[in-house]
Structures are given as C-alpha cells and as structure tokens.
C-alpha cells in the first residue's frame, strides 16, 4: 500500500531543554551529534518503520520512515505524543551501511 504526503519541514533530532537537570544522558549525546530528519505530513501506520519515502517524480528513496527512534527524542516531553511521522534523511543509512 503507498500513502502520498510530503516532506513539511526538516527538523534537528535533538530538542532543547529547559535547564541541565532535566536531560538525560541520551539527550546529551543528540545535543552533541544533532542530525536532521523529516517531519512529515503523512500518516505513518503501525508497521510501516523502514518503509522507504521516496520522491515520486524520480522514484528516489529519499529517506526512511521511522517514528520510534525520532518520536522517542523529540517528542519525550509531551504527555500525548502527535500523530506527526518522522523520516530518517537516507543520507544517514548510507553512512550506517558504508561503515566505520
């Protein structure tokens, strides 16, 4: 099944906190190594992390759905987490698969 949407803004993974006494060490190390992902307007259903995004003119893979690893950092204030799906630009899973 396919799902249309677009990419609605590129956002840092890491969130800024209020003061030190509420990060964690998790937040630290995204505060240390931020990188972008993409928020989009689509729905991401359960199931669909690493589904791939791609732009529909070219057929391109541009990123990968994944809402645990993003909600987990930028929404872990909020009471009740959004609806909002998030997308890991691929640009990071071609450095992940090229190694060290």
């Known amino acids: 099944?396919?799902?249309?949407g677009i990419i609605s803004?590129?956002?840092?993974l890491a969130v800024p906190q209020a003061g030190t006494r509420t990060l964690s060490s998790a937040q630290l190390k995204?505060?240390?190594h931020p990188f972008?992902?993409?928020q989009?307007?689509?729905v991401a259903y359960p199931g669909n992390s690493g589904s791939p995004v791609y732009e529909l003119a070219h057929g391109e893979v541009v990123a990968i759905l994944n809402s645990v690893l993003v909600k987990a950092a930028k929404e872990s204030v909020l009471?009740?987490?959004s609806a909002i799906a998030?997308?890991?630009?691929?640009v990071h899973l071609k450095a992940l698969l090229a190694g060290p």
Do not use: G, S
């Open 86 to 90: 998030y997308a890991i630009p691929v």
């Open 30 to 32: 995204r505060l240390n």
């Open 79 to 81: 009471k009740d987490p």
């Open 40 to 42: 989009l307007d689509a």
């Open 1 to 4: 099944m396919t799902h249309r």
């Open 9 to 12: 803004c590129v956002v840092p």
């Open 36 to 38: 972008e992902v993409f």
